[in-house]
């Protein structure tokens, strides 16, 4: 109220001091009091003009049907933020080809960002490079290293398996630590020699399987030698157990066959009509444009081809996969993809989807791309309530992609083709046990597929036999030991140690899995 009060008391202070300035005659008298309550009205058209009435845009043409007025500010506002805030990230491809392969379908937003329309574009015209580049950008980068066959390669569908782990992530972050021993490692023959002339027996470590006593070749402390430092990169191991499972369906993937039905692509497909329509009487040009040319897209998009290719998911071998994963060799940060072979194979090694050419669907888009950004140009300069409608627009499209969020994708995946997955998390002490805890639980004889992680050298085919045993003794390699050095000697004993507590663990954890579903 005191607002409008000081806009009255100022128009009639205008009118007063304008009054006293025209001449008084009949005629100037007319001419006079048209000039007042122009400038009158002036006072308070700045509130609602940019400088035309902001209701009916920059281009000030009255629509079919009348609109209220809006205020300056939420018009200007409203036009800036889809052009500012609804583009394509760098990552598009990486996150269309997680969902184009996860889903088996091409599916877009009912406002879909900027930039997305022309990735599509490039999928359907080009899907096999296109797919083999997304692969290779962001978190899809990876490679993997083939435990069983001894093979490195770089991840094939690096959007499916990073979607698929970042979701199983996010259900259950506990971690559990491998203990490690806190021993200062003084390892030699000479040390041993030196404790028995002092009369000294070194202490037996039990081991951590409940074997015979470690010999006197154990790593021991030297009596009164203080611990020697030592340097600890942990290396953070996430294990993946995937086997078949019955069909289920939940929520999400009722949801998602009601939206993608044909019925209810109809029923949208006539709203959608009807609304452009609608914006157009009421002058809102720029979204009208916007919802056509989405309506066309998505119906175009709806009958492109993507298939499954045969025997998909299907397994070839009568063994289960043991696959690391990582971004490069001297990662932090490691993925072991275990159980059906078939699925994880398909996962990380196989095509999972197979998109036919289709050009004439690509160059629509390609077009609607074009159109699109002439449409949100449009709106930001025009302003007024086509700024509001795309506001709006952009706002109902957001929270209908909510769907397609990563743990739905992977739990609609997971239930279309009847897989369960689980997932366990494991700290080691350093790359080394990590290793060698795989290769224990894995229970295969070669060694060449960690090559490119830990380089072959001597004391690594020494722990590598070690290893081999089930028992903690290495008599039959004494010559091998007296070979090395004392800390590669240290080295040796400490990792096989390590390695095979955290074998212990991971295989309790990965039978467990293996009881459990999805």
């Keep these: 109220m005191d607002a409008w009060r000081s806009i009255l008391g ?43 009435l902001a209701s009916l845009g920059s281009i000030n043409v009255p629509a079919y049907f009348p609109v209220p007025r809006l205020i300056n500010f939420v018009a200007e506002w409203a036009a800036l933020i889809p052009l500012v805030c609804h583009l394509a990230s760098p990552y598009h491809p990486h996150q269309l080809a997680g969902q184009v392969t996860l889903l088996g379908r091409v599916s877009i937003a009912l406002f879909p960002e900027h930039g997305i329309l022309a990735g599509i574009s490039q999928l359907l015209s080009h899907s096999t490079e296109f797919l083999d580049i997304a692969s290779t950008l962001g978190p899809s980068s990876k490679r993997v ?30 971690v559990i630590k491998v203990p490690e021993p806190v021993l200062g490692l003084r390892l030699s023959r000479s040390s041993a020699d030196t404790a028995s002339s002092n009369n000294t027996t070194p202490a037996r470590a039990p081991p951590p399987d409940g074997g015979s006593p470690l010999r006197k070749k154990c790593p021991t402390p030297l009596p009164g030698s203080p611990p020697v430092p030592r340097f600890r990169r942990y290396q953070t191991l996430h294990v993946l157990h995937f086997s078949k499972s019955p069909h289920n369906t939940s929520w999400p993937s009722k949801l998602d066959k009601l939206l993608s039905s044909t019925l209810f692509t109809a029923a949208i497909f006539v709203l959608k009509s009807g609304l452009a329509v609608m914006f157009i009487l009421l002058g809102i040009y720029g979204t009208a444009v916007i919802l056509l040319c989405s309506l066309n897209t998505q119906l175009v998009t709806r009958a492109a081809k993507v298939d499954r290719p045969s025997a998909f998911l299907g397994n070839n071998e009568n063994h289960d996969a043991y696959m690391l994963v990582a971004t490069h060799q001297n990662s932090s940060v490691w993925y072991l993809f275990v159980g059906d072979r078939g699925i994880v194979d398909s996962v990380l090694n196989k095509t999972m989807v197979v998109i036919p050419q289709q050009l004439a669907a690509a160059r629509w888009l390609r077009a609607a791309h074009i159109i699109q950004l002439l449409a949100m140009t449009f709106v930001a300069s025009q302003k007024g309530w086509d700024g ?14 909510f769907r397609f969020r990563r743990e739905m994708l992977t739990r609609m995946f997971c239930e279309e083709n009847g897989v369960a997955v689980n997932q366990s998390s494991f700290e080691f002490s350093g790359r080394t046990p990590m290793l060698g805890a795989i290769q224990r639980v894995s229970r295969c004889c070669e060694w060449k597929w960690m090559d490119e992680i830990l380089s ?19 008599d039959s390699l004494d010559e091998e030991m007296d070979g090395l050095s004392d800390g590669d000697q240290g080295w040796v004993w400490n990792n096989k140690v390590l390695a095979i507590r955290g074998a212990i663990l991971m295989q309790r954890a990965v039978q467990g899995l293996a009881t459990q579903s999805l």
């Design 10 to 52: 100022s128009k009639f202070t205008s009118f007063v001091l304008l009054s006293a300035l025209v001449p008084h005659n009949e005629s100037s008298g007319i001419c006079g009091c048209h000039n007042l309550i122009s400038q009158a009205n002036d006072i308070t058209m700045p509130l609602f003009t940019t400088p035309n």
């Design 145 to 174: 290293w083939d435990v069983k066959w001894g093979g490195t390669f770089p991840c094939a569908n690096g959007a499916a398996s990073s979607y698929l782990a970042e979701a199983l992530l996010q259900r259950n972050n506990a």
């Design 388 to 401: 509001i409608a795309l506001l709006i627009l952009l706002i109902i499209s957001t929270v209908m992609q």
């Design 456 to 474: 072959p050298c001597p004391r690594r085919e020494v722990w590598a036999r070690a290893l081999s045993r089930e028992d903690m003794e290495m």
